[in-house]
Antibody, heavy 118, light 109 residues
Framework: QIQLVESGGGVVQPGGSLRLSCAAS????????MAWVRQAPGKGLEWVAF????????YFADSVKGRFTITRDNSKDTLYLQMSSLRPEDTAVYYC???????????WGQGTLVTVSS | ELVLTQSPATLSLSPGEKATLSCRAS??????LAWYQQKPGQAPRLLIY???TRAAGIPARFSGSGSGTDFTLTISSLEPEDFAVYYC???????????FGQGTKVEIK
């Protein structure tokens, strides 16, 4: 069955960096776009970044543009989110999500918590 | 900027009742609208995509409708496990951005 397993979350100071990973299994990873979606404590869902199946095209929410980078290694079936210049408002559970046939996300990981605090 | 507005913010109903959730887009969008369910401490789960197509394994009591700017998620008869938060989501064509509504909480009355 399809599985997405995030890792790499933790506590980081403002201005710091962190890299999240999402290990995929149960589907042909290299054929699907992938995204990161976050959820601040007690808040709704916010799309963060998206990368096409083949990698060269990436898109970011304005709130993270210039600070976050999304990449993928199709040989390792793994998605990454490199986060830098972190702010307290980046505190959230970060989910990786698999793109469906059209513009939706049909599978989600369990999430990893990132806390930005001094 | 595309904004999705969900209403009501909270819906208080009893098991067996019908739930009607609304999602309104700030501009006319395609029919590529999705609905997700999220329970406390869990990841979102896809319910409906392309406005009206149920995802695999989703019970028939869940249905979606609408086009343009107005979309509806209907739960025909609430089961105890349906009490959760529901989000709508749409993608803008260019530049690509994915937008979620702020959510509707369906709570037990």
């Amino acid at each position: 069955q399809i599985q997405l397993v995030e890792s790499g979350g933790g506590v980081v100071q403002p201005g710091g960096s962190l890299r999240l990973s999402c290990a995929a299994s149960g589907f042909t990873f290299s054929k699907y776009g992938m995204a990161w979606v976050r959820q601040a404590p007690g808040k709704g869902l916010e799309w963060v970044a998206f990368i096409r199946y083949d990698g060269p095209n990436q898109y970011f929410a304005d709130s993270v543009k210039g600070r976050f980078t999304i990449t993928r290694d199709n040989s390792k079936d793994t998605l990454y989110l490199q986060m830098s210049s972190l702010r307290p408002e980046d505190t959230a559970v970060y989910y990786c999500a698999k793109e469906g046939v059209t513009d939706y996300f049909d599978r989600w990981g369990q999430g990893t918590l990132v806390t930005v605090s001094s | 900027e595309l904004v999705l507005t969900q209403s009501p913010a909270t819906l208080s109903l009893s098991p067996g009742e019908k739930a009607t959730l609304s999602c309104r887009a700030s501009q006319s969008v395609s029919s590529y609208l999705a609905w997700y369910q999220q329970k406390p401490g869990q990841a979102p789960r896809l319910l409906i995509y392309d406005a009206s197509t149920r995802a695999a394994g989703i019970p028939a009591r869940f249905s979606g409708s609408g086009s343009g700017t107005d979309f509806t998620l209907t739960i025909s008869s609430l089961e105890p496990e349906d009490f959760a938060v529901y989000y709508c989501q749409q993608r803008r064509s260019w530049p690509p951005t994915w937008t979620f509504g702020q959510g509707t909480k369906v709570e037990i009355k």
